[in-house]
Protein backbone atom coordinates (compact mmCIF):
# COMPACT_ATOMS: atom_id res chain seq x y z
CA UNK A 1 0.00 0.00 0.00
CA UNK A 2 1.38 3.39 -1.14
CA UNK A 3 1.87 5.65 1.94
CA UNK A 4 3.34 9.59 1.38
CA UNK A 5 4.72 11.74 3.79
CA UNK A 6 4.45 14.75 3.56
CA UNK A 7 7.27 17.86 5.31
CA UNK A 8 8.55 21.19 5.51
CA UNK A 9 5.35 23.28 5.91
CA UNK A 10 5.36 26.08 8.67
CA UNK A 11 5.18 29.87 9.35
CA UNK A 12 6.73 31.98 7.08
CA UNK A 13 6.78 36.14 6.62
CA UNK A 14 4.66 36.96 3.07
CA UNK A 15 7.28 37.21 0.52
CA UNK A 16 9.20 34.11 2.10
CA UNK A 17 10.02 30.75 0.97
CA UNK A 18 9.27 27.04 1.65
CA UNK A 19 9.76 23.89 0.58
CA UNK A 20 7.77 20.90 0.71
CA UNK A 21 8.95 17.58 0.01
CA UNK A 22 6.33 14.87 0.11
CA UNK A 23 8.04 11.12 0.36
CA UNK A 24 6.48 7.55 -0.85
CA UNK A 25 7.00 4.26 0.01
CA UNK A 26 5.29 0.88 -0.94
CA UNK A 27 5.82 1.38 -4.30
CA UNK A 28 8.87 0.56 -7.31
CA UNK A 29 7.04 2.51 -9.49
CA UNK A 30 6.95 5.94 -8.37
CA UNK A 31 8.67 7.15 -11.58
CA UNK A 32 5.63 5.78 -13.70
CA UNK A 33 2.99 8.07 -11.41
CA UNK A 34 2.00 11.64 -12.23
CA UNK A 35 2.47 13.24 -8.92
CA UNK A 36 0.82 16.38 -7.83
CA UNK A 37 0.04 18.78 -4.90
CA UNK A 38 -2.97 20.32 -3.40
CA UNK A 39 -4.13 22.75 -0.72
CA UNK A 40 -7.07 23.12 1.11
CA UNK A 41 -7.42 26.48 3.14
CA UNK A 42 -10.11 26.84 6.10
CA UNK A 43 -13.61 26.74 4.96
CA UNK A 44 -12.69 26.33 1.44
CA UNK A 45 -12.76 23.00 -1.12
CA UNK A 46 -9.34 21.19 -1.95
CA UNK A 47 -8.12 22.72 -4.99
CA UNK A 48 -5.21 21.99 -7.57
CA UNK A 49 -1.73 23.67 -6.92
CA UNK A 50 0.36 21.72 -9.37
CA UNK A 51 1.69 18.63 -10.86
CA UNK A 52 4.66 16.84 -12.62
CA UNK A 53 3.83 14.13 -14.76
CA UNK A 54 6.00 10.83 -14.92
CA UNK A 55 7.97 11.99 -17.73
CA UNK A 56 8.64 15.73 -15.95
CA UNK A 57 6.12 17.93 -17.70
CA UNK A 58 4.68 20.35 -14.97
CA UNK A 59 1.44 22.42 -14.92
CA UNK A 60 0.35 25.03 -12.52
CA UNK A 61 -2.94 26.66 -10.83
CA UNK A 62 -2.89 30.40 -12.33
CA UNK A 63 -2.87 31.65 -8.68
CA UNK A 64 0.94 30.07 -8.31
CA UNK A 65 2.16 30.09 -11.62
CA UNK A 66 5.60 32.15 -11.36
CA UNK A 67 6.51 31.84 -7.91
CA UNK A 68 5.85 27.87 -7.34
CA UNK A 69 8.11 25.10 -8.30
CA UNK A 70 7.09 21.17 -8.70
CA UNK A 71 10.17 19.08 -8.91
CA UNK A 72 10.63 15.33 -8.63
CA UNK A 73 13.77 12.74 -7.89
CA UNK A 74 12.88 9.56 -8.92
CA UNK A 75 15.83 7.65 -7.00
CA UNK A 76 14.68 9.23 -3.61
CA UNK A 77 10.47 8.38 -4.59
CA UNK A 78 10.12 12.10 -3.54
CA UNK A 79 8.21 14.95 -5.24
CA UNK A 80 9.04 18.69 -4.01
CA UNK A 81 7.35 22.06 -3.79
CA UNK A 82 9.48 24.93 -4.14
CA UNK A 83 7.30 28.02 -3.24
CA UNK A 84 8.65 31.25 -3.20
CA UNK A 85 7.04 34.69 -2.80
CA UNK A 86 4.65 33.21 -0.50
CA UNK A 87 0.94 35.30 0.18
CA UNK A 88 -1.29 35.16 3.13
CA UNK A 89 -4.17 33.77 1.34
CA UNK A 90 -1.46 30.62 0.42
CA UNK A 91 -2.22 29.91 4.26
CA UNK A 92 -3.34 26.13 3.79
CA UNK A 93 -2.72 22.52 4.53
CA UNK A 94 -0.92 21.34 1.40
CA UNK A 95 -1.71 17.35 0.20
CA UNK A 96 0.42 15.22 -1.92
CA UNK A 97 -1.21 12.89 -4.57
CA UNK A 98 -0.25 10.08 -6.15
CA UNK A 99 -2.85 8.48 -8.14
CA UNK A 100 -5.82 7.40 -5.16
CA UNK A 101 -3.07 7.96 -2.39
CA UNK A 102 -3.13 11.07 -0.66
CA UNK A 103 -0.69 12.45 2.66
CA UNK A 104 -2.06 13.76 5.49
CA UNK A 105 -1.09 17.38 4.56
CA UNK A 106 1.43 19.66 6.27
CA UNK A 107 0.30 23.07 7.23
CA UNK A 108 1.51 26.20 5.67
CA UNK A 109 1.06 29.52 7.23
CA UNK A 110 1.81 32.85 5.70
CA UNK A 111 1.77 35.79 7.82
CA UNK A 112 3.60 38.82 9.78
Known amino acids: QVQLVESGGGLVQPGGSLRLSCAAS?????????MAWYRQAPGKQREWVASVTSDEATNYADSVKGRFTISRDNPKNTVYLQMNSLKPEDTAVYYC?????WGQGTQVTVSS
Open 26 to 34: GTIFFRLYD
Open 97 to 101: NMWAS
